[in-house]
């Protein structure tokens, strides 16, 4: 490897670094703080390595190819750097997460360190899944990420004070996630092995020359770029394989869902990118077809089983599944400049709002258990379940602040105008017109329509005074100044490029 190709993965080598480093101050002095401060450095690290790599490709180079698996490129650095960013945010809430269910008599003794090296590993799976031009490299970052997140959908049960009920949920999260994740990551390495029977390739390129001279009719190739597709469409959680969606999130630590929901997605999205690009799976109908179906049965579903769910987690799980499918619509309008602009736009907009939510609703689920040590929360009463509408009754007159981020993500989500949801949804929009996609349009319609629905009904709820509310519900929500910060920032990106989308435009253009 040459001293170029190695600067290129300075990220990935940042993140590795960190990680050794972890396991060996863990092995030498355990403290949780101390496990906070390394990750966030390391994190902030890679990202700082992603600007130094840019910089390098802006001496003229448009790509670096790594060892033959990997390939670096603006866009890739983009939504790594997407990523790194967003697990700062993700670090924060578990740290927030993890502090509040810590027994306090024994909180210096309390080493929940597992989390942050779990989170650095993730993070490496995902940046190099971004990367990745090679399926080995692809299937290899894919199980690194699944591999890290099992435990962390089990991590509840680390708390001392984490409610029994809570750590149960967490149980069977991790244990759907895992006998799910296995069958479509069987399915998908069952296509890479009939995609190298017919190709005798496992590059992109390479493949991209097979899927060039493929016919227009059946063969070897396209079952297995169909089972790779619907091993794909499994981690993005397309219809009809979104089943593992609303109950993983539900059951998982409030931090580790939105990891799911934001860095899991959004690397698969970029690798989902990177392939119909590199192979021109856009000159495959059969591929394209099957997309399309999938983004209106998305689109429809989501939306519509959004409306029936009390749990807000779980209206968060349906309502991504929804916007993937939205994404999805920029996607298949083609390889043309305005179709990438679309989806990577559309990304920024979704990780923005999708975090802020799930940052409001994990704070205010941390501020539930020190209210009420122990677990005692009844499971049928929804006024003392942090997750359940009910309890959000009156938020704007116990915690405004909280009340009125809450309510930027919903809005954003809605696609409201002044938020950069709307510019997400205006570009979605446009890019169907664009391509001419018109029973796609129709579905983005009626799935937005649909959506603005419960997202004001959560709203209206959140503005009402609750007479009736009893024990922690009366109560307003305490969160540390490192929440208010994160919440700030969050809200003060989704409003400043709701306002000025130029100027992520101009950033997103010169990729």
């Not at 940046?127 to 890290?148: D, K, N, P, R, Y």
Request: charged content about 10%; hydrophobic content about 60%.
């Amino acid at each position: 490897m040459s001293a170029l190709e190695l600067h290129a993965i300075l990220p990935l080598l940042v993140l590795g670094a960190g990680i050794v480093f972890l396991l060996l101050q863990v092995a030498l002095r355990r403290g949780h703080r101390g496990a906070l401060f390394t990750t966030l450095a390391t994190l902030a690290a890679a990202a700082a390595a992603c600007f130094q790599v840019a910089r390098l490709l802006d001496g003229g180079v448009t790509s670096i190819q790594s060892t033959g698996l990997l390939q670096v490129d603006h866009r890739a650095l983009f939504i790594c750097l997407l990523l790194l960013v967003a697990a700062i945010a993700i670090t924060v809430l578990g740290f927030s997460y993890l502090k509040h269910r810590c027994d306090r008599k024994a909180w210096a003794d309390s080493y929940p360190e597992e989390f942050y090296i779990l989170l650095l590993l993730t993070m490496l799976g995902a940046c190099t899944l971004v990367f990745a031009s090679h399926f080995a490299s692809f299937f290899l970052a894919l199980e690194l990420i699944g591999l890290s997140l099992y435990p962390l959908l089990g991590f509840a049960v680390n708390g001392d004070r984490s409610p029994q009920r809570d750590q149960l949920y967490s149980l069977e999260s991790a244990l759907k996630y895992l006998l799910l994740s296995a069958l479509s990551t069987a399915l998908a390495l069952f296509g890479i092995a009939m995609v190298f029977a017919a190709s005798g390739a496992l590059d992109f390129a390479g493949v991209s020359a097979a899927v060039a001279a493929m016919a227009g009719g059946p063969s070897l190739l396209l079952a297995g770029l169909t089972l790779l597709l619907i091993g794909v469409a499994f981690k993005l959680s397309l219809v009809p394989f979104h089943i593992w969606t609303p109950d993983v999130y539900q059951g998982a630590p409030t931090p580790v869902t939105a990891l799911i929901a934001t860095v899991g997605k959004g690397a698969v999205v970029a690798l989902l990118l990177r392939l119909f690009d590199r192979l021109d799976l856009f000159a495959v109908p059969a591929l394209t077809g099957l997309l399309g179906i999938m983004a209106v049965a998305s689109m429809l579903a989501g939306n519509l089983l959004a409306l029936m769910q009390p749990n807000i987690k779980r209206l968060l799980a349906y309502s991504s599944i929804a916007h993937l499918g939205y994404l999805i619509v920029a996607l298949l309008i083609g390889g043309s400049a305005f179709g990438t602009e679309a989806v990577i736009y559309y990304l920024v907009a979704y990780m923005i709002t999708t975090l802020g939510a799930f940052a409001v609703v994990g704070l205010i689920a941390d501020g539930a258990v020190e209210l009420t040590p122990g677990g005692s929360r009844p499971l049928a009463d929804s006024g003392s379940d942090p997750f359940h509408r009910d309890y959000y009754r009156g938020l704007f007159w116990r915690s405004p602040w909280l009340a009125c981020c809450l309510a930027a993500m919903l809005l954003s989500l809605a696609g409201i105008p002044l938020t950069i949801g709307f510019i997400g949804k205006f570009y979605i929009f446009a890019a169907g017109v664009q391509g001419q996609l018109w029973l796609l349009l129709a579905a983005v319609v009626v799935g937005s329509a649909l959506g603005l629905f419960y997202y004001l009904r959560l709203l209206l709820a959140m503005v009402q005074r609750d007479t009736e509310a009893t024990g922690t519900a009366r109560n307003g929500v305490q969160i540390a100044a490192s929440g208010h910060a994160l919440l700030a920032s969050l809200t003060l990106a989704l409003l400043l490029f709701g306002v000025f989308p130029q100027l992520l435009i101009n950033w997103i253009n010169a990729l």
